[in-house]
């Protein structure tokens, strides 16, 4: 099976036993609509594509929570809506989105941190809060 597969709602049941199990519990409504829907509410949600590889015998999917209209607009125009409350930190940390989103231990290279409470506290959550992530 493909990812593209996968995205077309094609499912494949590898354990018929917890298939069944979850169906009596409603804990799926019907086989194969998971994957399909994460991407069409991503891209409801104007985030950029998702990003699936395969790890052995798994599947990684990423997904960014950054919404497109942030990662296009350019430095100039989200520092413009920094006001002067904002750190110093969220600023460096804009800076490094600015070219497209960033898992965390990259943003932590990109802003040169090894200590991850520091990027979470000083960094991150202060540009969420704000909104800009």
Known sequence: MTFEDMRQG???IRNHVIARIFRELNLIEQWG?????IFRE???LGLP?????????RIRFT???IRKIRIQESTEQVTEQVTEQVTEQVKRILACLKDGPLG????M????????????????KPALGAGFV
Not at 33 to 37: L, T
Not at 49 to 57: C, G, H, S, T
């Open 104 to 107: 965390a231990r990259d943003a």
């Open 49 to 57: 594509d998702l990003k699936i590889r395969e790890i052995e015998m």
């Open 33 to 37: 609509s998971g994957i399909p829907r």
């Open 109 to 124: 290279y990109s802003l040169g941190l090894r200590h991850r409470p520091t990027f979470l506290y000083d960094y991150l």
């Open 10 to 12: 094609l499912s494949k």
């Open 42 to 44: 991503a891209e409801e």
């Open 63 to 65: 997904v960014p929570l």
